[in-house]
Antibody, heavy 116, light 107 residues
């Protein structure tokens, strides 16, 4: 069974940092590109970042470029999102999802709240 | 960036009725890279349709997708109680973008 489990969310002050993790199981993680997608409270889905299976290709939404860094460790079946210089508008549930062109499996999400 | 517009914003229907949801793109989208997702409150999105018209694994055949270029449609032939949710279209091409969603609620 494919499982994606996010962790690392929490309350952080503006300007602070957080590192999200996504633990993958039930499939060959190293064969799939991965996405981070977020959803602000009561709002729609917003793509954040993508990484190819071997980390050769990495893309970011303009809203996070220069502040967030996506990475992966295929040996540990894990996906990461390092978030720096956090702003109030980064408050959201962050989902990791398998696949970029189409995301066929999603984690349950981890809530990041940026507030003083 | 390709902008996706979904209409209507809210669709109020009764169980058993047909739902037609629209997704319009600001530029042509490859049909291979147009997907639809369903999201219920407190849950992660669920893939329904990929490649504009292919149903994902386990998706009932009352869900169908169609369209090409800039105009795409998700149709639910007969609404079941569990279908009342928010539906998002998504494109992959010049980046990844989602539409704002259509909420299907009970009339």
């Amino acid at each position: 069974e494919v499982q994606l489990v996010e962790s690392g969310g929490g309350l952080v002050k503006p300007g602070g940092s957080l590192r999200l993790s996504c633990a993958a199981s039930g499939f060959t993680f190293s064969s799939y590109s991965m996405n981070w997608v977020r959803q602000a409270p009561g709002k729609g889905l917003e793509w954040v970042s993508s990484i190819s299976s071997s980390s050769s290709y990495i893309y970011y939404a303009d809203s996070v470029k220069g502040r967030f860094t996506i990475s992966r460790d295929n040996a540990k079946n894990s996906l990461y999102l390092q978030m720096n210089s956090l702003r109030a508008e980064d408050t959201a549930v962050y989902y990791c999802a398998r696949g970029v062109t189409t995301s066929d499996y999603w984690g349950q999400g981890t809530l990041v709240t940026v507030s003083s | 960036e390709i902008v996706l517009t979904q209409s209507p914003g809210t669709l109020s229907l009764s169980p058993g009725e047909r739902a037609t949801l629209s997704c319009r793109a600001s530029q042509s989208v490859s049909s291979s890279y147009l997907a639809w997702y369903q999201q219920k409150p407190g849950q992660a999105p669920r893939l329904l349709i990929y490649g504009a018209s292919s149903r994902a694994t386990g998706i009932p055949d009352r869900f169908s997708g169609s369209g090409s270029g800039t105009d795409f449609t998700l149709t639910i032939s007969r609404l079941e109680p569990e279908d009342f949710a928010v539906y998002y279209c998504q494109q992959y091409g010049r980046g990844v973008t989602f539409g704002p969603g259509t909420k299907v609620d009970i009339k």
